[in-house]
C-alpha cells in the first residue's frame, strides 16, 4: 500500500528557509510512471500546487514562488524534500506531498495518493 | 491559468447535483476531482472522462465540455458533504493549477 509521510518543524522564522521531507513507503520513488509533488494548503483556504520532480530530478515549480522553492530527490532514502526560502507569514500552510500520475494520453494530472499534511507556521 | 468554481453548491439527500470548474487549460486537458472533509487530505474522486479510482462509488462521474469539467454526484449521500477541488494542467504541460474548491451541503 503506498503510503507519503511528510516531517519536518511545524514553526520556521520569518526570512528563514522552510524544509519538508516525504518519505514515501509501499513503492519506490524511482518508478518512472510517477512524479512528486509538493501542495499546500492555508487554514480554510484552497489548494495550492508547489511544485514537482521526476525521478530523473528534473524539476517544475509554480512561477508564483519566485524562484524561492527546491525540490529535490533522495532515490537511495525513497524520499523527496521540499526547501522554500525567505519566507513569510505568506507561507503558513498545511503542507502535503502526493504522488502524481499522468493519465488521459497526457491531459490529465491526478493525485492519487496524498500524505496526511504538514503544519506549518511561520513566526515573526 | 485560473480554474473557477462556485464558492458553494447544495442538493437534497438523494438528489442530482453537478460541479463545475471552468478554465481555458481545459479546452487542452482534463480535470481531476478530489473530495476534502474537515481534517483530512484530499482524496481523488474522478479524473478525465468519467474515470474513478478503485472504492469510489459509482455516483460520482466527470465529464467536459468545452472549457467547463463537471462532477456529478447522482444520488448524493450525506456523506458527499464535503469541499470539492478540481485540478488540470496548463498548456505546457509542465505546471498544474487547483480550482478554489467548492462546499457541498447535503441537505
Known amino acids: 500500500q503506498m503510503r507519503l509521510q511528510e516531517s519536518g518543524p511545524g514553526l520556521v522564522k520569518s526570512s528563514e528557509t522552510l524544509s519538508l521531507t516525504c518519505t514515501v513507503s509501499?513503492?519506490?520513488?524511482?518508478?518512472?510512471?510517477?512524479?512528486w509533488t509538493w501542495i499546500r494548503q492555508p487554514a480554510g483556504k484552497g489548494l495550492e500546487w508547489l511544485g514537482l520532480i521526476y525521478p530523473t530530478g528534473v524539476t517544475h515549480y509554480n512561477p508564483s514562488l519566485n524562484s524561492r522553492l527546491t525540490v529535490s530527490i533522495d532515490t537511495s532514502k525513497n524520499k523527496f524534500s521540499l526547501d522554500l526560502r525567505s519566507v513569510t507569514a505568506g507561507d503558513t500552510a498545511l503542507y502535503y506531498c502526493?504522488?502524481?500520475?499522468?493519465?488521459?494520453?497526457?491531459?490529465?494530472?491526478?493525485?492519487?495518493?496524498w500524505g496526511q499534511g504538514s503544519l506549518v507556521s511561520v513566526s515573526s | 491559468s485560473e480554474l473557477t468554481q462556485d464558492p458553494a453548491v447544495s442538493v437534497a439527500l438523494g438528489q442530482t447535483v453537478t460541479i463545475t470548474c471552468q478554465g481555458d487549460s481545459l479546452r487542452n486537458s482534463y480535470a481531476a476531482w478530489y473530495q476534502q472533509k474537515p481534517g483530512q487530505a484530499p482524496l481523488l474522486v474522478s479524473f478525465g472522462l468519467n474515470n474513478r479510482p478503485s472504492g469510489i462509488p459509482d455516483r460520482f462521474s466527470g465529464s467536459k465540455s468545452g472549457s467547463t469539467a463537471s462532477l456529478t454526484i447522482t444520488g448524493a449521500q450525506a456523506d458527499d458533504e464535503a469541499d470539492y477541488f478540481c485540478n488540470s494542467r496548463d498548456t505546457s504541460g509542465h505546471h498544474v493549477f487547483f480550482g478554489g474548491g467548492t462546499k457541498l451541503t447535503v441537505l
Open positions: 509501499g513503492g519506490s520513488i524511482t518508478n518512472g510512471l510517477y512524479l
Open positions: 502526493a504522488r502524481a500520475s499522468v493519465f488521459c494520453g497526457g491531459d490529465c494530472y491526478v493525485f492519487e495518493y
